[in-house]
Nanobody, 127 residues
């Protein structure tokens, strides 16, 4: 089992809501940022949302801004993604990600900034 465990995916209808969760059960450590990415077959991993614990900054892809909300607990290294008004285009495997440190010039919208990943959870939005 990897460091991160994600959950909460499922099959929903257009307009429904879903909450994804991710954490590192049984582990105690400090991290700098956590985020969510998604991937569909034949495409690369796409940024969805991220947050840093310092400054409590949150970042969102334009495609989800206003519909998705990221939240987390830095002490527990857990992160959640509340997804509202889901669309068929949101269907994907969602991966949570974690960065232990802040590196100079880190772009929290880039998958390259994260060193640890969850196993992925499938979200399917049916029309």
């Amino acid at each position: 089992q990897g460091l991160l465990v994600g959950s909460g995916g499922g099959l929903v209808q257009v307009g429904d809501s879903l909450t994804l969760s991710c954490g590192a059960p049984g582990r105690t450590f400090s991290s700098y940022a956590m985020g969510w990415f998604r991937q569909t077959p034949g495409k690369g991993r796409e940024f969805v949302a991220a947050m840093t614990w310092t400054g409590d900054n949150a970042y969102y892809a334009d495609s989800v801004k206003g519909r998705f909300t990221i939240s987390g607990d830095s002490a527990k290294n857990t992160v959640a993604l509340q997804m509202n008004s889901l669309k068929p285009g949101d269907s994907a495997v969602y991966y949570c990600a974690l960065a232990l440190y802040n590196t100079y010039g880190a772009d929290w919208r880039s998958a390259l900034s994260y060193g640890y990943w969850g196993q992925g959870t499938q979200v399917t939005v049916s029309s």
